[in-house]
């Protein structure tokens, strides 16, 4: 079992800034994928980022490349979601996920995920 639980979600206003961290515990943390999703009222949960377990490889959704930036550090079993330029379209509960996967195929399917936390709420003023 892995257990995710996010931080770092808020009030900004567009244009601003904001940096999410999602914690692990639990089984290795280093040996999962880890990623963000995003889900806004009324719509479906969507992937916004990924990095592969080493941290040598990401993936990012169109709407956010160049804006946002996924990382990690497996020695504080933790990943981050750095997130410039926001955007009121941005505006969502962000949720954490782990998977064993690297398939870009998995990452772009939310119900494949192995683990979630329970997300943090992101809100972006216009």
């Known amino acids: 079992q892995v257990q995710l639980v996010e931080s770092g979600g808020g009030l900004v206003q567009a244009g601003g800034s904001l940096r999410l961290s999602c914690a692990a515990s639990?089984?290795?943390?280093?040996?999962?994928?880890m990623g963000w999703f995003r889900q806004a009222p009324g719509k479906e949960r969507e992937f916004v980022a990924a990095?592969?377990?080493?941290?040598?490889?990401?993936y990012y959704a169109d709407s956010v490349k160049g804006r946002f930036t996924i990382s990690r550090d497996n020695a504080k079993n933790t990943v981050y979601l750095q997130m410039n330029s926001l955007k009121p379209e941005d505006m969502a509960v962000y949720y954490c996920?782990?998977?064993?996967?690297?398939?870009?195929?998995?990452?772009?399917?939310?119900?494949?995920?192995?683990?979630w936390g329970k997300g943090t709420l992101v809100t972006v003023s216009s």
């Open positions: 996920a782990a998977d064993f996967s690297w398939s870009i195929s998995t990452w772009n399917s939310p119900a494949r995920m192995d683990y």
């Open positions: 639990g089984r290795t943390f280093s040996s999962y994928a």
């Open positions: 990095i592969k377990w080493s941290g040598d490889s990401t």
